[in-house]
């Protein structure tokens, strides 16, 4: 073991994120406000984990000042969560403010504010409203893109004086991957071209909302969290290293390309073209995304994708998937998180950082999710009821160095933001696996305890220094 030190630049981000509905719960909330996770948790709630699901999440909605006092004693220095657009209204076609909604967010912004904490807000957390999902199909309809940059611009209009960093979505990909490539989600669809057609309408919806912000003249920026996964193919052979760029042109590029340059890759659209998947743009559409690039982008970064080439033929009787290009690949021994089953490799985040510096023009971004869900953390509570989380400790610091390495050598990166603030209800592992600066005791009424990773995470704000161990011994 080495002990290394490393400086935290004073302009870093050292923050924590969230999102709207997974620690509001439903307090509040009126008939027909319902999110499209409302309806998967209420028309399937049995794959919920212990049936946990957004109905009261955290109970942040009667609990935020309480809250913020403990980002404070946490030492945030900003807080990223999302607005709940099926909320926000209540007439989305129209787009009539829900008063008591909006004020509760006004109430949370100053408070935090108030505390010097910087909120980063997303306009969207997976809580499309369940009305657009059932009436349109979703982000299927150019409609809904339509209603998302109204939704949008009543955000902006109320907010842009307190709020000044804005993203359009938070892992944009996930829904209708989960949902239409997968079914692996309600309703359990296969259909690769509405797959692709909520990609892009995303993107588009993206574009227009950083087109309106900049015509309003609002100060400030609009950016969006992606999730692209850095992946690794199983070898150096041919076959491998393209089962590799196709999960990366299919999952990652096809967000990253046209945020950043304005474009989809032409690999991308051949390929679809190819498949026969079919979706809807047009010139303007595409000319849209060229002149409206983000600001900046958050980046959501878990644990590394390996890949190899398939081992079989595809099922000609399935719809294209992505998958006919790659199959997984576990790499014999690594380093795993057991209670969610993801592969621990750090480095992930200095060959992301590289990619963005070399091929996405080293555009501003920073960590915007990186953490560790653990089970039954209740074990590694000390006799004074405090949960010692040093395996978390572990993780955030080795996966914060490399942050500050890739920093080091020219990376782009405003800072690290940990998933999640609070424990709070994922979707299906609600809270099964913990990722909490501060623990949520489901037993009593969701009372908040600090874990000991809160208290570390404050001293790395006062210090400005991360000081870690290197496992680097030849035993
Ligand atoms: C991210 C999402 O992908 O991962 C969060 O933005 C989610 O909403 C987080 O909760 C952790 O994933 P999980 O499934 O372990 O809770």
């Known amino acids: 073991m080495s002990q290394k030190s490393i400086t935290i630049p004073q302009d870093f981000i050292l923050g924590a994120a969230s999102s709207a509905w997974q620690t509001e719960g439903w307090s509040g909330k009126k008939e027909g406000q319902d999110s499209y996770m409302d309806i998967w948790y209420k028309n399937d709630r049995h794959v919920w984990h212990e049936g946990y699901g957004p109905a009261v ?3 942040l909605y009667n609990r935020y000042r309480e ?7 946490a030492g945030l220095t900003h807080y990223r969560t999302s607005i709940n657009w099926s909320r926000f209204f209540t007439d989305y076609e129209k787009g009539v403010v829900d008063e008591e909604y909006a004020r509760y967010y006004d109430n949370f912004i100053d408070e935090m504010l108030a505390a010097g904490i910087e909120p980063m807000i997303c306009l969207e957390h997976y809580e499309l409203p369940a ?22 611009e009543k955000v902006f209009e109320r907010y842009h004086h307190k709020v000044s960093r804005w993203f359009t979505f938070n892992e944009p990909i996930v829904v209708q991957t989960r949902v239409y490539l997968d079914a692996l989600r309600w309703p359990y669809e296969q259909n690769t071209s509405t797959w692709m057609q909520w990609n892009h309408h995303k993107n588009l919806a993206t574009a227009k909302v950083v087109k309106l912000f900049r015509e309003k003249g609002y100060t400030g920026s609009v950016g969006a969290i992606l999730n692209p996964e850095v992946t690794y193919p199983r070898s150096s052979a041919p076959h491998d290293v393209k089962a590799a760029e196709m999960y990366d042109l299919f999952y990652n590029r096809v967000f990253l390309d046209p945020m950043v340059h304005g474009r989809y890759p032409q690999a991308l659209v051949a390929l679809l073209e190819q498949h026969g998947v079919q979706w809807d743009y047009s010139a303007d559409e595409l000319a849209l995304i060229r002149d409206n690039t983000v600001d900046e982008l958050g980046i ?10 398939p081992s079989r033929a595809w099922n ?25 089953g993801w592969e621990i490799y750090p480095r992930i985040i200095y060959d992301m950082a590289m990619r963005i ?13 990186s953490g560790m869900g653990i089970e039954n953390e209740g074990q590694f509570r000390n006799a004074e009821g405090v949960i010692q989380d040093n395996y978390r400790i572990g993780f955030i610091s080795e996966h914060l160095y490399q942050t500050l390495l890739a920093r080091e050598a020219g990376a782009n990166c405003q800072g690290y933001m940990l998933w999640a603030f609070t424990d709070n209800v994922s979707p299906m592992n609600a809270f099964k696996n913990r990722y909490g ?22 001293a790395l704000r006062e210090t400005r220094t991360l000081t870690l161990n290197i496992d680097d011994d030849w035993k």
């Open 57 to 59: 999440a955290t109970d």
């Open 67 to 73: 809250e913020v006092a403990l980002m404070k004693q």
């Open 131 to 152: 009305y657009l999902f059932e009436n349109y199909g979703g982000w299927a309809s150019k409609k809904v893109v339509e209603l998302f940059v109204l939704y949008a």
């Open 300 to 309: 959501n970064l878990y644990y590394p994708h390996r890949v190899k080439a």
């Open 316 to 340: 000609p009787q399935t719809p294209f998937h992505p998958a006919y290009y790659y199959e997984p690949f576990e790499l014999p021994g690594r380093r795993m998180n057991k209670s969610r």
């Open 357 to 369: 510096k070399n091929d996405y023009r080293n555009i501003p971004w920073f960590i915007a999710e």
């Open 437 to 458: 600066l501060i623990e949520i005791d489901l037993q009593n009424n969701r009372a908040r305890r600090a874990k000991k990773s809160a208290g570390w995470y404050r």
